[in-house]
C-alpha cells in the first residue's frame, strides 16, 4: 500500500482504500453527514436558549428610531419580561418611577410610584395608557427593557419632555 497526498490510501492498483490514514499526522477521519447533522442539531440545541433574550433585545433594538413616541415603542418593542422607567427630578419634586411585567397569559402587572401595590392590566393598550399617563409630567424619562434568558439582555430608552425617543443605548448583557 502507498500514501499519495495527505491521507489519500490506495492499494497496489492505485485504487483508493480511505482518506485516513492512521499514522499521517496530517490525516483527518471523515465524519459522516448523519454524524454532522446530530452534532449540528446538539450544538443549536444547547446554544440556541442562551442567545434567544440576546436575539429578541437586538431585533427590537434596530426597530427604534428618535422621535418616535411612547405608544409607538411599546408597540414596536414585544417578548420583553419586564420593563421599568424612571425620571430624574429637581430636588423639591418627588422621584417618579415605575415597572412592570409582561405575565404568560397576555397579561401585564404594573407598579407606579405612588400606588398601593401593583395593578393588573388586561391588555398591551392599557399598559402602553397608563405609562403615557405616567410619563405626560413635562420631564426626561428613562425607560429600560429587560429580556429574561442566558445571558439577560436589555436596552435603555432615554425620552426627550415631549415623550419622544431621543437615544438608544446599546445592548447589555448579564449573567
Not at 499514522?23 to 440545541?45: D, F
Not at 418616535?68 to 408597540?75: G, S
Not at 414596536?76 to 424612571?86: E, L
Not at 429574561?148 to 437615544?167: A, C, M, N, T, Y
Request: glycine share 10%; aromatic share 10%.
Amino acid at each position: 500500500m502507498h500514501t499519495f497526498g495527505l491521507g489519500d490510501l490506495r492499494n497496489e492498483r492505485g485504487i483508493r482504500v480511505s482518506s485516513y490514514h492512521p499514522q499521517s499526522e496530517y490525516s483527518v477521519m471523515p465524519m459522516k453527514t448523519r454524524t454532522r447533522v446530530v452534532a449540528s442539531g446538539l450544538v443549536l440545541l444547547v446554544l440556541g436558549p442562551m442567545t434567544q433574550s440576546c436575539l429578541r433585545a437586538e431585533w427590537y433594538h434596530h426597530k427604534l428610531k428618535p422621535g418616535m413616541t411612547v405608544a409607538e415603542v411599546f408597540n414596536a418593542v414585544d417578548g420583553w419580561m419586564m420593563c421599568n422607567g424612571h425620571s430624574r427630578r429637581p430636588a423639591n419634586d418627588p422621584y417618579s418611577l415605575f415597572w412592570a411585567t409582561s405575565v404568560s397569559d397576555g397579561t401585564y402587572t404594573i407598579h407606579s410610584s405612588g400606588d398601593e401595590g401593583e395593578r393588573r392590566i388586561n391588555s398591551r393598550e392599557e399598559l402602553i395608557q397608563s405609562v403615557q399617563q405616567q410619563m405626560s409630567d413635562g420631564h426626561t424619562w428613562h425607560v429600560g427593557f429587560i429580556w429574561f434568558g442566558h445571558p439577560r439582555s436589555s436596552f435603555l430608552i432615554s425620552f426627550d419632555v415631549h415623550g419622544r425617543v431621543e437615544r438608544v443605548s446599546d445592548i447589555a448583557g448579564n449573567d
